[in-house]
């Protein structure tokens, strides 16, 4: 193990960093994206016309679900590092494709292909498992939470900043063709990226899974693959495992259905009660949240595991998440830089929760004998389905209250969120026989 150190790290966190960039990049301009593409094929009418922007927000995250456990079951057979190049491909293809769409089904093909390809995160995970001594996971799944938070720092600013080139930057951009494609510009970026990390891990990244270590199968590709499903099953039956992974499913949850009307609340005129920002300020938020991950799961997450419990900062990391979720919406227009605390409270919540839970449930699957490509892809497949159903959940709720009054009003469905925040709370106060191996020494790689 100790000889597979910081190449295999650097590169790891690349292949995340890219994944995170193909989700995040899209979130300042989708909503008009989408709208354009509605209108063009003949959908008019506001709501019907809404609706796709729900629909290929979620075909993403369904395409995760339906394709992580699969990719993860694989590599348990054929090793980690063809399902990373795999995802890389995707990415680098249909990135592009989907600046390119010109209807609405083109986008919904591109969107699930790409978030077939990103099901690799759950292997990138397993690759670490299978590289690291107990005493360096917990750093090392800090560090690919970090791609994560850097990764969402710059994917939604540099998704807005390259929005409409023709008007927004000019000059050679000013012409025919990137007023017809205005939001090309910022996919041919993460295609660019994602190539360049497909060459670069071909060319340096080892495979981590010894064949001896694989799973060994002789049936059918298409048996397998649907014993992937009775996988996902089977693993959160599995005490204490089946509690970890159910805790990540509310938890990612809730943070989805923020992704789903954080916008539509920063976006809404003062008068109406919302921040009036536009899609600049927007993505000036999104990195500072991205730049506060960077911080406590990069550079904090290896010292405070030293000190606390895992267990501890797992839910300590729920708490303050949630809160900062459910205030969002009591921030006053005139004092619009709050959005930034609320905005601290989530990316610190997250930064704590997201590598301590998955240090627990890696050190669990170990002690308990199970597939670590397995569980790590059911984990991925169930936080898929959340941020398929996290974002439906908020928008359809936000459609019903947005202009209602009393109890019923756009702050419900960030209360409906800090509710599902308070049940991964109240689950996860059940780990009390968990055990947690000592983190004496951390590694930086």
Known sequence: MGQVSRSPMSILFLVVFVDMIGFTIVIPFLTYFVQDLAISDGINNVGNRDIWVGIIISIYSFAQFLFTPILGSISDRIGRRPILLFGLLMNTIFFTVFGLSGSLMMALLARFLAGAG????????????DISEPNMVASRMGAIGAAFGLGFMIGPFVGGLLSNPASGIGGPFDNDFWIKFPYLLPCLLSSLLSSISFLLAITMLPESLPKEKRVSDSRSVLYRLSGTFTDIIKVVKIPVISTLIFTNFLFFFGFSMMHGTFILFTAMSPSEGGLGFDAMQNGWVFAFIGLMGVIIQGGLIGKLTKIFEMRKLMIFGTIICG?????????????????????ALISIGNGLFSPTQSSLLTFESSKQGHELGMVMGAQEGYGALARIFGPLLAGYIWSLTVEGSGFWTYHTSFRVAGFIFIMATLLQLRLTNISELSITSTDDG
Do not use: H, K, T
């Open 323 to 343: 809160l900062g979720i459910a205030s969002i919406p009591y921030v006053p227009s005139e004092l619009s830089w709050m959005i930034f605390l609320s905005s």
């Open 118 to 129: 990103n099901g690799n995160i759950a292997v990138a995970r397993a690759y670490i498992g």
